[in-house]
């Protein structure tokens, strides 16, 4: 499958380490956009210091990337081959205990942010808690403003009840932008099946994760096996809400996947993801670089969805879903 | 005279207490525009904070303020009767020590930046210091990046030799957007010929400043002096480099001059402005509200400048000025 010749080709989540060669790749791939990972426990402070290294990349690798602000940037990246960088957050670290900083980072670009990062936030309650408390006041007045903006709420490491209320509580539809049905494999990073219901029955976004530790089999998951999953989950909550959020870690040294999991709150390196080991896991063979986005779209051409359908897998969804919100 | 018939009427610097009322009185003063001071010795993340409250003054108070961007939203606030609002700093303390937080506070649309404010700053000497060693490392840098941007240089408060060397190593022309030339009060604050000759002959701009310090005989001098001393600076830089930058600082309690002059830099109030006291100095009676520039576009004209050269320096340079630099 040539994805150059699709629109639009969009991957939800990405959080690799970044340089020319890799943004070479990202511009072969034939994606027309990607939504990246700025901060994890960053602050306020550092996570200027990140978008201000952005803001040279744009002018150094102008030729491969642009700044998605609106979705007319996708339709430009894809006219002119280059890919679009969709800015987002993890966590709400960020904007610390100010309100008025999503407004700050809104207008710097930012279009997407996590309510958790697997830890309890100012926000809400992330997955890997022990007690789950659900929004907290910051939390619901943070949806209001990032309502009023337009920046998409992305609740992929977000506790269960807190995942809930945001859906409940938000006016504009949300996204788990990368994780996969629990029925599919049951690991804390994975959503429920009454979960992913209401996230549809609200508008909302699912994108499939390839990160190996929420696949079945992990290393050794198939593309058959993925691809059987997407069309369970068709089944259960309609095509129209999947879409694709690999979370591509590529490039990175295994002490970044430690500040990744324990960031500066834990002085011992904490045991999430349901693994004890610190290194990084491969990716299936099917998957492991940017240009295996095509081998997805082949494989769920194969396994029965038409190729209206791939098209809303593979981006369209996600398109949609972007205009509506921002 | 009536400004609200005028187009543009400008005011190159105002460091006032904004709330409603305030807001309420620059829309009726017939201004087109106000260049406010954000930050004096705060830094980055304080001045985020502030950039949010006026984020938020926008919304409560659209009725009577706008952001200014581009040139185009200086006649909208115009056709609106409503004021621009120009974002600057009097300081480079907001940047702190890192060259990317330029374009970030850009973005945000900060459009001037004082590069000292009294004492030395990472980009140069301010007009205070003992000794003045000219502009730094870093300075040069910021002023690459700042002409990169379109972000109007300011060095009012910035010593002579670095005034000199900003000038000269700027691409773009630089303003002293409020201050007076020192042959009319020689006082610290104010302008060397040899520096107005030079800013005049790059291009740049001098902003009258109506501060009392500033002036002849302070509180008690006349419309008469003043409009007499623009007619010499006129006669010696040209009248198509002079505008007004008024220094209005309205609403503040005594101990926030204390601040705008120590800040934390010092234990014990600093004896700047020529004044060891530390309270605000009386305006003078025909100009200590935001209704009175009416009467400095009529002294003017009384002083014998025409009516085109008063829509000059009322504002007409500035707007040329800023659509060349921004």
């Known amino acids: 499958m040539n994805l150059k010749q699709k629109f639009p080709i969009i991957d939800a989540l ?30 306020c402070k550092e996570t200027l210091s990140i978008i201000s290294k952005w803001n040279q990349w744009f002018i150094d690798h102008n030729d491969l990337i642009l700044l998605v602000r609106t979705i007319d940037d996708v339709r430009i990246a894809h006219d002119t081959s280059r890919v679009g960088i969709i800015f987002g957050f993890q966590n709400s670290s960020p904007i610390e205990d100010e309100l008025g900083l999503i407004e700050i980072f809104h207008t710097l670009g930012v279009r997407v ?3 958790t990062y697997n830890n309890q936030s100012l926000l809400g309650t992330g997955c890997y808690e022990s007690n789950d408390a659900g929004l907290t006041n ?37 996204a788990v932008t990368h994780a996969n049905p629990i029925s599919y494999r049951n690991v804390v990073r994975n959503k429920s099946d009454e979960l992913l219901i209401a996230l549809a029955e609200s508008g909302g976004m699912l994108g499939f994760s390839l990160y190996p530790l929420h696949l079945e089999d992990g290393s050794d998951c198939t593309l058959e096996s993925f691809c059987q999953m997407v069309c369970r ?3 259960l909550i309609g095509v129209e809400h999947l879409g694709i959020g690999s979370d591509l870690c590529l ?4 002490d970044y996947l430690e500040y990744m999991r324990s960031g500066t709150w834990s002085s011992t390196s904490s045991k ?6 610190l290194i990084w896991p491969d990716y299936p063979s099917w998957f492991c670089k940017l ?32 205009e509506e919100v921002w």
């Open 138 to 174: 910051f939390g619901r007045n943070a949806i209001d403003e990032m309502n009023r903006l337009g920046m998409v709420i992305d609740v992929s490491h977000t506790s269960e009840i807190t995942c809930f209320e945001a859906i409940e509580y938000s006016k504009c539809p949300i």
């Open 113 to 115: 942010m996590q309510l």
């Open 291 to 322: 240009n295996d986005f095509s081998n997805i779209g082949e494989g769920l051409l194969e396994t029965g969805f038409n190729s209206e359908e791939v098209n809303m897998i593979m981006g369209a969804n996600w398109l949609r879903f972007f």
């Open 233 to 235: 989950a068709a089944d």
């Open 272 to 277: 999430n993801e349901s693994s004890s080991a």
């Open 14 to 43: 990405q959080a690799s380490k970044w340089d020319r060669a890799t943004f070479q790749q990202l511009a072969d791939s034939g994606l027309d956009a990607v939504h990246v990972t700025l901060a994890f426990w960053h602050d």
């Open 251 to 254: 490039g990175w040294p295994d």
